[in-house]
Every structure is written in C-alpha cells, then in structure tokens.
C-alpha cells in the first residue's frame, strides 16, 4: 500500500493526517465525522469559533457537501483548483464543529498533485487548515511539523517545501475577501467584473 493510500486509509478511520498543499502543510481528518474533526482542533489548540475548512478533490464532489449559487460556482470553476478558499452554504451532512455553528463553509481544491491525490483516495472531504498550532507559523516543509502534530497523526505525505502563502478566503456572494493571500489580486478583479 502506498503513502496515499495509507493516509486515505488513516482518515477513514479517523485518524489525522499531514499533507502538502500548493501553499501550505495541511492537517487532514475525515471533515464529515464531528470526533475526527474535534481531533483537529484538539491538536491545534484551535479556538472553537474559529472554522475549518474542507478539502475535496474537484469542484463537483464539492458540491456533495454544499449548495453553491450560479456566481459561486462560476467562480469555483476559474480559481479552483487554486490556492483559494470558497465560503458557500453547507449541506446538513457537514458538522457544527467544522463551520463553528455558522451555515457557510470554506471549500479548498488544491492545486497539488499529492494533496488531490489524497483528496481523490477518500472517501469523503477532508480538512483543510494549516498543520500548525494554533499562533505559530505555518508550516512549509515536514521539518517544520511541531512534535506535538506529528505525534498526533497517523501518516505525514512529504511533498517537498510549499511555497508558503496561505489561500485567499473570499465569500463570492457577498463580494468580502476575509483572508488576502494567494492571487488576491485576481479575485478582487473578478468580484469587480462579476457584480
């Protein structure tokens, strides 16, 4: 079995996982099952009313877990996969403890290889947040990962060094970027041409 392989098998059973993304190292746990998900917080330290995001391989296994308007979904299909995160509406089958009670969620398709491959091996979406603790620095390369996370997870992917900047968060509908990272710029742009 191979590393995917075994970090896909790890998430079904609700172990945590560290993968690499085309900005940052991603922790990884099944982001539909609430104790897997508490997990990621645990490890992290992360405040609770702070959500996490989901990754999914393509835009229309996305759409599995959420409701994207027309807008949203023009939108998804430009910028993913990219370093962007969408905020849409979640369906119900997506717990609380992801989205901190809110109804929306972020959605994350990364462009990288190992990180879709990943994504494609689960069965369901996984979560998308940086592989850090909570007030630290993100994490570019496998060295980086605190011991603390790597005690916690079940298989680390190595992909190498990131290129270190985080995704830009944006809510299409509301035309709002909560994060500026990655290709800000460019999106600004399309929210302008697309009021």
């Not at 970090?7 to 940052?24: K, M, N, S």
């Not at 299909?77 to 969408?86: A, H, I, Q, S």
């Amino acid at each position: 079995m191979n590393d995917v392989a075994r970090a896909a098998r790890a998430i079904e059973d609700g172990e945590l996982v560290v993968y690499p993304t085309e900005t940052v190292y991603g922790l990884g746990a099944n982001a539909v099952d609430a104790d897997a998900v508490e997990r990621v917080f645990a490890v992290k330290g992360r405040a609770r009313d702070k959500p996490v995001s989901l990754g999914v391989p393509s835009v229309e296994r996305a759409r599995e877990y959420t409701e994207p308007t027309e807008r949203e979904l023009a939108f998804m299909r430009e910028f993913l996969p990219g370093p962007v995160t969408v905020v849409v509406e979640r369906r119900e089958v997506v717990p609380d403890v992801l989205t901190a009670g809110r109804d929306r969620v972020g959605v994350r398709v990364p462009d990288h290889e190992l990180a879709l491959e990943l994504l494609d091996a689960s069965d369901a979406p996984v979560t998308a947040t940086s592989a850090n603790l909570s007030g630290t620095g993100s994490v570019r390369e496998v060295a980086e990962l605190s011991d603390e996370v790597r005690e916690a997870v079940g298989v680390v992917l190595d992909g190498g060094r990131t290129d270190g900047m985080e995704s830009t968060v944006v809510d299409v509908e509301t035309g709002e970027i909560h994060r500026r990272g990655a290709m800000s710029a460019e999106i600004e742009s399309w929210l302008d041409r697309h009021e």
